[in-house]
C-alpha cells in the first residue's frame, strides 16, 4: 500500500493534507483498495458546516458501502466535482482524486497520525 509523506491519516484511513486554515481530505490508498472498484461517491454541499465525526462523503463500491468521515471540524469550501462524473478516479489516484477541501480556525492534527505512524498501522 502506497502511503503518501507529509500527509496526516486516521484510524479510518483517510488522508488530511494541512494548507493553512484549510484542510483537504480523502481516501487512502489502503481503503480504496480494500472498497474495490469505486461508482458512486455522494459528495457534501459547499457550505456544509461539519463537526468532527460527521460524515463528509458515501462511497459506494462493487463490494460495499461506506461512509468517509470528516476528523476535524469545519466548513466546506470546495468538492471535487470530477468524482460526479468519473469515482473510480478514487482507485486510480487515491491521493490526488481528493473529496472535499474545508476551512477551519482551529485545525488541531493532534488526534490524527502522521506518515510513518500510518504505516505501522498497515503493517
Known amino acids: 500500500m502506497k502511503v503518501e509523506k507529509g500527509l496526516f491519516y486516521t484510524k479510518d484511513h483517510e488522508w488530511i493534507k494541512v494548507e493553512g486554515n484549510t484542510f483537504t481530505i480523502g481516501l487512502a490508498d489502503y481503503a480504496q483498495d480494500h472498497l474495490g472498484d469505486i461508482v458512486y461517491v455522494e459528495l457534501p ?12 462523503a458515501s462511497i459506494e463500491s462493487v463490494k ?3 461512509d468517509t468521515f470528516v476528523p476535524i ?3 466546506v469550501v470546495e468538492v ?6 468519473d469515482p473510480a478516479l478514487i482507485n486510480q489516484d ?3 482524486a481528493w473529496i472535499a477541501k474545508l476551512e477551519s480556525d482551529d485545525i ?9 505512524d500510518y504505516e505501522k498501522v498497515l503493517i
Open 45 to 56: 454541499e459547499v457550505d456544509d458546516e461539519l463537526e468532527a465525526g460527521d460524515t463528509v
Open 64 to 66: 460495499a458501502a461506506s
Open 73 to 75: 471540524a469545519g466548513k
Open 80 to 85: 471535487n466535482e470530477e468524482l460526479d462524473d
Open 94 to 96: 487515491p491521493y490526488g
Open 108 to 116: 488541531n492534527t493532534d488526534e490524527l497520525m502522521n506518515d510513518e
